[in-house]
């Protein structure tokens, strides 16, 4: 059953008739060049789609988090906090392309398959039936296969495009195996209905109930970035459009942990089984693995690419212990909404940098900082967030994961060596976020001319730097709200 007055049916209309209008205003007006049009009609829809999901939460008219509902959406804090993360991350991207597709072909093709994205992107974080989070996965994961190839006649958006499609299809195959094994065992594809079906499970099945759990965490772990299902992110992300990259890092990112959510951590709950050790072990690897990948790396985009991965890995850390802290659950919450602003603005910087300056390696950025002063300072700030530098916004999710981690210690012993893992990361992460810097600030450039920075590369930067710093001197309001938006997973019951 579907509310066709709930907040994901809302936000489903007002985005997907925008994104199907665009195309066909297109044909009508024969245009083939201005893109600011399409961009601000794209922009618009997505203030309000954002704005009616805030309204819902202030009005109270959100139920609290549930991870089980018998409908396949449910309307509750959960998904609206995800929602919240995913459409900043898809206004921020749509506003750096502004001047990216300024005089390129096909500008409301890409504004509408942008459009179409975060509509899968909402759609499964208010999934509660793995069909309806399969066909949201698919909407989210195909639109964004056509944007990471959208510059057709380059040959790296080709290659990237062919790499993400390849591996995409992989992952979304592996996901469909995982629910035919889970609809074979308990006879529904509800969410609520197959970890209650795990629950009760003989010795005889639970060998399959436990390969259809690692077929979800295979199957997410790709849109998640994780080791060692991370192989296509970085190339994927070097070849796409940048503005798109910061959709890929900061948005679809974000879908996986949601999947993750509903489906893994509940999944290892309700079996009672060390998964979560796994999830643990699957961490540690993901944030090492990312941040020493990328201290090797010349391509700013490909750093934060591997950035991204390492970053992955810190969410997976209050994911890992949340059937032993609560707080463990939040503290990832905050993070990811946090990690959704700190990224997107650093691929929109980079995007703003390849577009004015036509340079992408880490020797050419010389002296940025006289040249584009302000998109400099925004890249700076999230790197300095991202590698969780006080007062900055980064500073306080990361406190709370490792602080989390440290406080599970008590219930199980290799909770604290995350934190351990953590911390020692993001002093390492401190290395080539500071080489950044330093060829921006502190090395001479072949020219000090300053530039004209786009208009809109300039007011994501002035948004984010608002976001990263206001955050980081008052946290409580973001805090409460990822505390408002966790689920209780001990409860195994359906609720209406």
């Known amino acids: 059953m579907i509310d066709f007055t709930s907040t994901p049916i809302i936000i489903t209309v007002i985005l997907g008739t925008v994104g199907v209008i665009l195309p066909v205003i297109n044909v009508i007006r024969k245009e083939h060049g201005s893109s600011s049009f399409y961009g601000a009609i794209t922009f618009g829809a997505l203030i309000a789609a954002i704005g009616f999901v805030a309204y819902q939460i202030i009005s109270k008219n959100v139920m609290p988090a549930a991870i089980f509902s018998e409908n396949v959406l449910v309307d509750d804090m959960f998904g609206s906090f995800f929602a919240i993360a995913m459409l900043i991350v898809a206004i921020i991207t749509t506003v750096g392309s502004f001047n990216y597709m300024r005089n390129k072909a096909h500008p409301a093709v890409y504004y509408s398959l942008i459009l179409l994205a975060s509509i899968g992107m909402v759609l ?107 192989m296509w992110l970085p190339d994927a992300y070097e070849g796409a ?40 072990l699957i ?47 939040q503290a990832s919450l905050f993070h990811i909404l946090n990690h959704a602003v700190m990224k997107g603005a650093a691929f929109i910087a980079a995007a703003g940098i390849i577009t004015t300056l036509a340079v992408s390696h880490l020797d050419k950025i010389r002296g940025l900082g006289k040249r584009m002063p302000i998109t400099s300072i925004g890249l700076v700030v999230s790197l300095l967030a991202l590698a969780g530098v006080p007062p900055l916004n980064g500073f306080w999710s990361k406190l709370m994961l490792f602080g989390s981690a440290i406080d599970a210690g008590s219930v199980v012993s290799w909770a604290p060596y995350l934190a ?31 530039v004209k920075e786009p208009k809109s590369i300039i007011a994501v930067m002035i948004f984010s730097i608002i976001f990263m710093v206001g955050i980081g001197v008052y946290p409580d309001p973001i805090i409460q709200f990822a505390k408002d938006a966790v689920p209780n997973l001990t409860t195994l019951s359906i609720v209406p």
């Open 283 to 329: 961490a540690i690897m993901t944030m090492t693995v990312g941040n020493l990948a990328a201290v090797m790396q010349k391509n700013l985009t490909r750093m934060l690419a591997y950035s991204s991965i390492g970053h992955a890995g810190y969410i997976l850390i209050g994911l890992s212990i949340a059937p032993f802290s609560q707080i463990g659950i």
């Open 124 to 230: 499964i974080a208010y999934s509660t039936d793995l069909v309806m989070l399969l066909v949201a996965w698919e909407l989210m994961s195909i639109p964004t296969y056509v944007l990471a190839g959208f510059m057709k006649k380059d040959p790296s958006s080709n290659e990237a495009a062919l790499k993400y499609f390849l591996f995409g299809a992989l992952s979304s195959a592996i996901i469909i195996y995982g629910i035919s094994i889970a609809y074979g065992l308990t006879g529904s594809t509800n969410i609520a209905e197959v970890i209650s079906g795990f629950s009760k499970l003989g010795p005889d099945m639970m060998p399959l109930a436990l390969l259809a759990v690692g077929m979800f965490i295979a199957g997410f772990g790709f849109k998640m970035g994780l080791v060692p299902f991370h």
């Open 420 to 450: 351990i893992a953590g911390v020692l990361n993001s002093a390492l992460s401190l290395a080539y976020y500071g080489w950044i810097i330093r060829k921006m600030y502190f090395e001479e450039g072949e020219s000090d001319k300053r």
């Open 241 to 280: 459009p940048p503005t798109i990259s910061a959709l890929l890092a900061a948005g679809t990112k974000k879908a996986g942990f949601a999947a993750a959510l509903r489906v893994i951590v509940m999944g290892t709950a309700a079996l009672n089984m060390e998964w979560t050790f796994a999830l643990g």
